[in-house]
């Protein structure tokens, strides 16, 4: 007799070969995303490109947008087999030129290709848990699926940190290589049995352009910033600005850039916080090797320390939640910002003393690892309860879209910094310190908008 459907697992031969290839895809893409955190200083200085370091990310962050909103809208039109394709291509693509890159411009183009790859890449995955798997089994796969980003956050930096310490930082690239191919190949027979209907919305098309256009205008912004002590600098960061208005609003929930009570206010809280987290983990690589002549395999060990602790945060955000039905989830947040804000204080004076610094850069990674670590997931929790029937993909699609925009804005804006103080003779460390303190003025402001978070189906906490 055949097993009931309640009965079937992820790893069943039915569904093996779907499970095993997006697990990859994903581990292969957090793996390249979090490991480059730690060999950036490396290829930036040997390519000679420090003042654009803040590319390095924020050209990945911001394709990534791309990627999702364009690949996500080409699988209602082409479907997945054709879109995981494409967006596979991309990637690889992205990973052979960064790999191979004799100057920053084409890194920075690689990072282009692979962020768009990435951001295509992601989206088909939860398509295909959408179509792939029936509902009971859904929320095994997805806790499979969170789960593959756990191990690249521990042993990602360290592992390309001593790689780009002993070998080179071009083979943290070309490492990925095979995993992709593998993930390819256990993963496009299934895709190309799933059968999608055509939508061509004008909704699509417009969200579409709106992300190009935004793009465009964040890009803008930034590389005007990056010279803002010339008059052109100027007009190209306000031009840029001026662009990205429009669209940012469409885009977000209605009264994010104001931080309205509510649903608005957890985003924009959700945003500033996310930003910084990244941000000052991208810099604090940065000081560490650069500043404070770390090695590159230790410096990725401290970060890893804030991946574990995040871990370590968001179980302990689960338990908490079971045990009080959700009703101290805004609490939570409050609280996480709170060891975030600390987190970004002890990094500050862990770059600014000469002496103990190293100490001081662990205890802050671990502050502020445990701070997102409550805030993250909550945040999340509490956007969801803001959805009414039929509109649980806009929420999501406004996470996943802020989780990647504001860090792109954030370390773009501290590598403008660090271009300034360079160019104005003020050195590398007066750059890292001022990047630090705008993450501060970041976290600090979205500590104050967290009062303003609303729950809604229970109490306030």
């Given at each position: 007799?055949?097993?009931?459907?309640?009965?079937?697992?992820?790893?069943?031969?039915?569904?093996?070969?779907?499970?095993?290839?997006?697990?990859?895809?994903?581990?292969?893409?957090?793996?390249?995303?979090?490991?480059?955190?730690?060999?950036?200083?490396?290829?930036?200085?040997?390519?000679?490109?420090?003042?654009?370091?803040?590319?390095?990310?924020?050209?990945?962050?911001?394709?990534?947008?791309?990627?999702?909103?364009?690949?996500?809208?080409?699988?209602?039109?082409?479907?997945?087999?054709?879109?995981?394709?494409?967006?596979?291509?991309?990637?690889?693509?992205?990973?052979?030129?960064?790999?191979?890159?004799?100057?920053?411009?084409?890194?920075?183009?690689?990072?282009?290709?692979?962020?768009?790859?990435?951001?295509?890449?992601?989206?088909?995955?939860?398509?295909?848990?959408?179509?792939?798997?029936?509902?009971?089994?859904?929320?095994?796969?997805?806790?499979?699926?969170?789960?593959?980003?756990?191990?690249?956050?521990?042993?990602?930096?360290?592992?390309?940190?001593?790689?780009?310490?002993?070998?080179?930082?071009?083979?943290?690239?070309?490492?990925?290589?095979?995993?992709?191919?593998?993930?390819?190949?256990?993963?496009?027979?299934?895709?190309?049995?799933?059968?999608?209907?055509?939508?061509?919305?004008?909704?699509?098309?417009?969200?579409?352009?709106?992300?190009?256009?935004?793009?465009?205008?964040?890009?803008?912004?930034?590389?005007?910033?990056?010279?803002?002590?010339?008059?052109?600098?100027?007009?190209?960061?306000?031009?840029?600005?001026?662009?990205?208005?429009?669209?940012?609003?469409?885009?977000?929930?209605?009264?994010?850039?104001?931080?309205?009570?509510?649903?608005?206010?957890?985003?924009?809280?959700?945003?500033?916080?996310?930003?910084?987290?990244?941000?000052?983990?991208?810099?604090?690589?940065?000081?560490?090797?650069?500043?404070?002549?770390?090695?590159?395999?230790?410096?990725?060990?401290?970060?890893?320390?804030?991946?574990?602790?995040?871990?370590?945060?968001?179980?302990?955000?689960?338990?908490?939640?079971?045990?009080?039905?959700?009703?101290?989830?805004?609490?939570?947040?409050?609280?996480?910002?709170?060891?975030?804000?600390?987190?970004?204080?002890?990094?500050?004076?862990?770059?600014?003393?000469?002496?103990?610094?190293?100490?001081?850069?662990?205890?802050?990674?671990?502050?502020?690892?445990f701070g997102i670590g409550l805030a993250h997931p909550t945040t999340g929790a509490i956007a969801l309860q803001h959805t009414?029937?039929?509109?649980?993909?806009?929420?999501?699609?406004?996470?996943?879209?802020?989780?990647?925009?504001?860090?792109?804005?954030?370390?773009?804006?501290?590598?403008?910094?660090?271009?300034?103080?360079?160019?104005?003779?003020?050195?590398?460390?007066?750059?890292?310190?001022?990047?630090?303190?705008?993450?501060?003025?970041?976290?600090?402001?979205s500590f104050v908008i967290s009062f303003r978070i609303k729950q809604t189906n229970a109490s306030e906490g």
């Amino acid at each position: 007799m055949g097993r009931s459907r309640s009965e079937e697992g992820i790893f069943d031969t039915k569904y093996r070969a779907l499970t095993i290839g997006i697990v990859l895809a994903v581990t292969t893409v957090a793996f390249e995303g979090l490991a480059v955190v730690t060999i950036a200083p490396s290829l930036a200085q040997k390519l000679n490109g420090l003042p654009l370091y803040g590319w390095i990310f924020s050209a990945f962050l911001l394709a990534q947008i791309l990627g999702t909103m364009i690949i996500g809208a080409r699988i209602n039109k082409n479907g997945v087999f054709a879109s995981f394709s494409l967006a596979t291509l991309f990637f690889v693509i992205g990973i052979v030129l960064a790999a191979t890159a004799v100057n920053m411009s084409t890194l920075i183009i690689g990072r282009v290709f692979q962020g768009f790859g990435g951001g295509g890449i992601i989206t088909c995955v939860y398509f295909s848990i959408t179509v792939g798997y029936p509902d009971e089994l859904r929320t095994r796969i997805l806790a499979l699926f969170s789960g593959a980003y756990i191990l690249p956050a521990l042993i990602g930096p360290y592992l390309a940190g001593l790689i780009t310490e002993h070998l080179s930082w071009r083979i943290v690239f070309w490492l990925v290589l095979p995993l992709i191919g593998l993930a390819v190949m256990l993963t496009l027979p299934t895709f190309r049995k799933f059968k999608v209907s055509a939508n061509n919305s004008s909704h699509t098309n417009r969200k579409e352009g709106l992300a190009v256009l935004l793009t465009l205008g964040t890009g803008m912004l930034l590389a005007g910033l990056g010279f803002i002590t010339d008059w052109k600098g100027m007009v190209l960061a306000v031009a840029g600005l001026l662009i990205m208005i429009h669209p940012l609003r469409k885009l977000l929930p209605q009264g994010t850039l104001l931080a309205t009570r509510g649903l608005p206010a957890t985003i924009a809280s959700r945003g500033l916080f996310v930003a910084c987290y990244n941000a000052t983990e991208s810099y604090v690589v940065l000081a560490l090797t650069d500043v404070k002549k770390l090695p590159a395999d230790m410096a990725g060990l401290i970060v890893a320390a804030g991946a574990l602790s995040w871990s370590a945060a968001a179980w302990l955000q689960s338990v908490f939640d079971t045990k009080d039905q959700g009703t101290g989830r805004k609490k939570r947040v409050t609280i996480g910002i709170g060891f975030m804000i600390i987190g970004v204080v002890t990094v500050i004076l862990a770059v600014g003393v000469s002496e103990g610094g190293i100490v001081l850069a662990v205890i802050s990674q671990i502050f502020t690892g445990f701070g997102i670590g409550l805030a993250h997931p909550t945040t999340g929790a509490i956007a969801l309860q803001h959805t009414k029937s039929g509109e649980e993909g806009e929420i999501s699609s406004s996470l996943q879209f802020t989780d990647a925009f504001s860090p792109g804005v954030s370390i773009g804006i501290g590598g403008a910094l660090i271009a300034v103080s360079q160019s104005l003779n003020l050195g590398l460390l007066t750059g890292i310190l001022l990047a630090l303190s705008l993450q501060l003025l970041f976290v600090l402001s979205s500590f104050v908008i967290s009062f303003r978070i609303k729950q809604t189906n229970a109490s306030e906490g």
